[in-house]
Nanobody, 122 residues
């Protein structure tokens, strides 16, 4: 069973908004930081955003700062990534991950979802 499940991806046009969600099916989120990463074809997986377990600490990649917002609802065991003013270069598979420490590094996260595709057309 995959511990984290992403949803909400899709095909949108440049300038549109989209919200992707990450649901925790295994009670992993409690006291865990959650990060969003993305991987475009023929590119390395890269950090997008992360949030601490209480929600008080957040961080973003420079490429999405001011356009994306990460948030979490611990009562619903769900983390969200609100993406506004999407650009074609945001096209990628988006993954959520949970770990015991807040980090921009993928290696810090032990639990991963299967990913959700986001495609932005120009």
């Amino acid at each position: 069973q995959v511990p984290l499940v992403e949803s909400g991806g899709g095909l949108v046009q440049a300038g549109d908004s989209l919200r992707v969600s990450c649901a925790d099916s295994g009670r992993i989120f409690r006291y865990h930081a959650v990060g969003w990463f993305r991987q475009a074809p023929r590119k390395e997986r890269e950090f997008v955003a992360a949030i601490g377990w209480s929600g008080s600490r957040t961080g973003y990649a420079d490429s999405v700062k001011g356009r994306f917002t990460i948030s979490r609802d611990n009562d619903k065991n769900t983390v969200y990534l609100q993406m506004n003013n999407l650009k074609p270069e945001d096209t990628a598979v988006y993954y959520c991950a949970a770990g015991t420490s807040w980090s921009r590094l993928a290696a810090a996260y032990a639990y991963w979802g299967q990913g959700t595709q986001v495609t932005v057309s120009s």
